[in-house]
């Protein structure tokens, strides 16, 4: 299978100079909204602020993959004497906890890095960050070209448990015979 190059997106945070502002969910949850900049609900954005304000900590947290799956790790992180959970950093959406899950439909959330039409340079939290604490960075790797073939199934594996084996699989025979 021949390899090619694919664009990775992310965003570097740089804990030192972020001062809790929220100015990153203030302008993803607008950019989220439907239409478009229409509403602000900080609860629909992609970017999360666990703060502590009286010990000065900030830390900007964006939405990452779904897991079905609660994590086992329940780590502790002591910053400036203060006790935080693991889960308060996670990036992930999952059964435990409502963060990063559309408040109207429980849907999870992930950051799409603002991408629209026509793209974006660069993800509207990083623009709106008034002291460069988000940092855009883009990277090339090379990866197998083709259908990652566990995306798929994870795929049949959720659609057979909501419709049942035998309509997916009536589906897929139906859509077989259009081809």
């Known amino acids: 299978m021949a390899k090619i190059k694919k664009k990775v997106k992310t965003i570097k945070i740089d804990l030192d100079k972020c001062n809790g502002c929220r100015a990153c969910e203030v302008i993803c949850s607008a950019f989220h909204a439907n239409p478009k900049y229409s509403s602000n609900n900080p609860a629909r954005s992609r970017i999360r602020m666990v703060r502590d304000p009286i010990r000065d900590v900030y830390v900007p947290v964006y939405a990452g993959e779904y897991t079905g799956a609660e994590c086992m790790g329940r780590d502790k992180y002591v910053i400036d004497g203060k006790e935080y959970d693991e889960c308060g950093f996670c990036r992930a959406a999952c059964p435990s906890r409502d963060a990063f899950k559309e408040p109207d439909s429980g849907l999870p959330l992930k ?27 883009e990277r090339e790797e090379e990866v197998e070209e083709g259908v990652e073939m566990e995306a798929v199934e994870t795929g049949l594996e959720s659609m057979i448990d909501k419709y049942g084996f035998q309509k997916v699989a009536d589906t897929v025979a139906r859509l077989s015979k259009k081809e």
């Open 111 to 137: 950051c799409d890095m603002c991408e629209d039409d026509p793209p974006r340079e660069k993800p509207l939290c990083v623009e709106w960050c008034l002291n460069d604490a988000l940092i855009y960075e």
